[in-house]
């Protein structure tokens, strides 16, 4: 039996293969090294996703945010072999190879992530063969959820947004400086506080103002990090992410602009990563 985890910062999606090759599906909390212990990690999976596993497990592909570095994927790693023992292979990779596997399969391409946060990478086909290093959310992230929604929620502080959309903003959240520079500067995860209003730019995107907010921010993305991989004219460019998912239309109009060719775009890499990690039949 196989287990294939895609694990993000609230979630963890599982598939679980068969002996047979067939597919069953669980979750389970986000598993992150950089909040949880190895004995958090057992605990969780004892409670959540054995009682979804029906036989003995042979092998563990984990890919997770957080997952970078030796001691991350100790923690991790502990702790799915402490709840399955039995496992011969145990590989535990970063959420950015995963969306590279899930996206690519066993292809050469460029794999990239427009979710909450945004990231990409030159896969050849099995591994992550060079990236332009993401630098998070206050120096970095454009083009995503959380980039998005700090561009608007500024414009709408600043006096930039049309009138008529500034009102609507307004109604919507009754924002003001102090509650926005409170969540920027002084209470944890402003990336996912900031990401929230990227709705009212999706919900408004018929208007000019918000289609083209999230126009140029892909098309920061697509100069800053796509044109810049070796030869990214000879790939297809994949997106993950629940960003790309839904603003793939504006996203595909951004990326004919730069003369890229976009090829699968999905909202998680999970059921990729099943087909990759699928026995092959002989």
């Avoid at 596993?53 to 702790?79: K, L, Q």
């Avoid at 990239?112 to 990478?121: A, E, P």
């Avoid at 730019?201 to 098309?219: E, G, H, I, K, W």
Wanted: net charge negative.
């Amino acid at each position: 039996m196989i287990l294939i985890a895609d694990s993000g910062a609230t979630k963890t999606d599982w598939r679980i293969i068969d002996t047979d090759g067939n597919i069953q599906q669980a979750k389970t909390i986000g598993l992150s090294p950089y909040y949880q212990t190895s004995e958090s990690i057992a605990q969780e999976l004892t409670q959540h996703l054995l009682p979804s596993v029906s036989d003995i497990v042979n092998e563990i592909y984990f890919y997770g945010t957080g997952c970078a570095g030796e001691e991350p994927c100790n923690i991790v790693r502990r702790g799915l072999q402490a709840v399955f023992p039995s496992a011969y292979t145990i590989e535990v990779d970063s959420d950015m190879l995963g969306a590279a596997r899930g996206l690519c399969g066993h292809e050469a391409g460029i794999a990239c992530i427009l979710g909450t946060g945004s990231n990409n990478c030159l896969y050849d086909g099995h591994s992550i063969a060079d990236k332009i290093p993401s630098l998070g959310f206050w120096l970095g992230d454009e083009g995503s959820g959380g980039y998005l929604g700090k561009k608007v929620v500024v414009a709408f502080l600043q006096k930039e947004m049309p009138e008529e959309l500034a009102e609507k903003f307004a109604k919507r959240y009754g924002l003001t400086r102090e509650i926005v520079l409170e969540n920027a500067y002084q209470k944890p995860f402003p990336n996912r506080y900031f990401a929230s209003f990227s709705k009212f730019v999706f919900d408004n995107r018929s208007q000019p103002f918000t289609y083209q907010l999230a126009y140029d921010a892909f098309l920061e993305f697509l100069t800053k990090y796509v044109c810049k991989l070796p030869n990214h004219q000879q790939y297809k460019v994949h997106f993950v992410g629940s960003v790309a998912f839904y603003y793939n239309d504006i996203l595909r109009r951004a990326a004919a602009e730069k003369g890229i060719t976009i090829g699968h775009v999905m909202e998680t890499p999970i059921a990729g990563l099943a087909l990759y990690h699928r026995p092959v039949e002989d």
